[in-house]
């Protein structure tokens, strides 16, 4: 028989998130200033288990999902030193439920911080993030990337400063974001060269996956909505909060 469950941790710089689940049955969502603002607007009853989205950590390689606790922590690692949060490791996990024996990279394409993600045999094997979306807000980046900018930069990466320069004076806000996209690109090739990549993200994600495309890459797309909802699901599934599908 399903259990009601909880799962909820901070989210972003908003606050936190939680959900209130009937084994993979989303029962209600909340997004609040803080983890008792969660809980009340969930309605949660005292004897529902609570599984913590981003307390602890794992080292890469790990599982996308324990098999036991009450915690799905963060992803850490240490060459090159980075950190991946309890909810973009549970949208990976989303994505990954949706596709039997599933091999391949995941470009989760956020709003502060874009990640690769190599994924063999349902783990993490190793991830690398970059501040792209960042750079792209502060140098007065587009939405969209120019292809032809993509090509110079993923060309002559080393020359990405010129690029830039070139980009402003002619006020080509595209030009910008390609130029970044396709540094971006040039620096994480064993990521993308020969693998088959998704692109999760919403309006973030278009503009990797029509450069990755361009290349020739076999790009799928998935909404990090969809994904996180996916992967709460497969997380019941693994704790044996739900039913066997």
């Not at 803080?34 to 599984?51: M, Q, Y």
Request: hydrophobic fraction near 50%; include cysteine; glycine fraction near 12%.
């Amino acid at each position: 028989m399903s259990a009601d469950w909880l799962a909820l941790g901070p989210f972003d710089a908003a606050g936190w998130r939680g959900y209130r689940l009937r084994g993979s049955e989303i029962l209600a969502e909340a997004t609040e200033a803080d983890e008792s603002a969660v809980l009340r607007a969930l309605k949660a009853e005292g004897d529902s288990r609570l599984i913590r989205i981003g307390a602890g950590q794992d080292k890469v390689p790990a599982a996308l999902l324990p098999d036991s606790g009450a915690a799905l922590g963060d992803m850490v690692q240490e060459a090159p030193l980075d950190r991946l949060s309890g909810w973009a490791r549970l949208a990976a996990a989303g994505v990954v439920s949706t596709r039997n024996h599933w091999d391949g990279v995941i470009c989760h394409a956020g709003r502060d911080v874009t990640h690769w993600l190599q994924i063999s045999a349902e783990e993490i094997v190793s991830f690398q993030g970059s501040v792209t979306a960042r750079l792209i807000a502060a140098l007065g980046g587009a939405a969209e990337a120019a292809p032809a900018a993509v090509e110079d930069a993923l060309a002559r990466p080393e020359k990405i400063a010129l690029h830039l320069r070139r980009a402003e004076m002619a006020g080509a806000a595209a030009d910008v974001t390609g130029a970044l996209i396709g540094a971006e690109l040039a620096a994480l090739r064993p990521y993308w060269l020969g693998q088959a990549v998704i692109v999760l993200g919403g309006a973030e994600g278009d503009a990797y996956a029509e450069a990755l495309q361009a290349q020739g890459v076999p790009v799928e797309r998935d909404a990090p909505e969809a994904a996180l909802r996916q992967g709460l699901a497969a997380l019941a599934q693994r704790l044996g909060l739900a039913e066997a599908g």
